[in-house]
């Protein structure tokens, strides 16, 4: 990513860092609760592997539905883990067609997004054509 986003990407890394140590009890005393929280947070701020994370609590946990929100927003800011989240979701009857062809489109939509000639160009030159 540029330059400006550097420092936020830092942020996300640490709140996952932070995460990490409260959900396994390194360093600090074990404490899910508080660990899911430094996830959120990190997810209303636009984190997707804080949603990716959090869809996977959520699908252990039962919660189905949530974990389909949270993979839904993640999917569709480009992660493609959160999109085959879904899509495993579905083969396992606990995610509708409707609900995978959403992800599938607005993930499509993000990759979409992304691309321009600069991009196209560096990558053809990074993969040697």
Do not use: C
């Not at 390194?26 to 959090?54: C, F, M, W, Y």
């Not at 067609?97 to 607005?106: D, N, S």
């Amino acid at each position: 990513l540029s330059q400006p986003f550097a420092p936020l990407n830092r942020l996300f890394e640490v709140v996952a860092l932070v995460n990490r140590l409260y959900f396994n009890g390194k360093g600090v005393e074990q404490d899910e609760t508080r660990g899911i929280r430094h996830l959120q947070h990190a997810a209303i701020q636009g984190n997707p592997v804080s949603r990716l994370i959090l869809g996977a609590h959520e699908r252990d946990d039962g919660n189905h539905r949530l974990a389909v929100q949270h993979w839904m927003i993640s999917a569709k800011m480009g992660h493609e883990i959160s999109l085959n989240g879904i899509k495993r979701m579905f083969i396992e009857g606990l995610a509708s067609k409707a609900q995978y062809t959403e992800a599938l489109r607005g993930y499509q939509n993000a990759l979409e997004e992304t691309k321009s000639p600069q991009r196209e160009e560096a990558k053809a030159f990074y993969n040697g054509s």
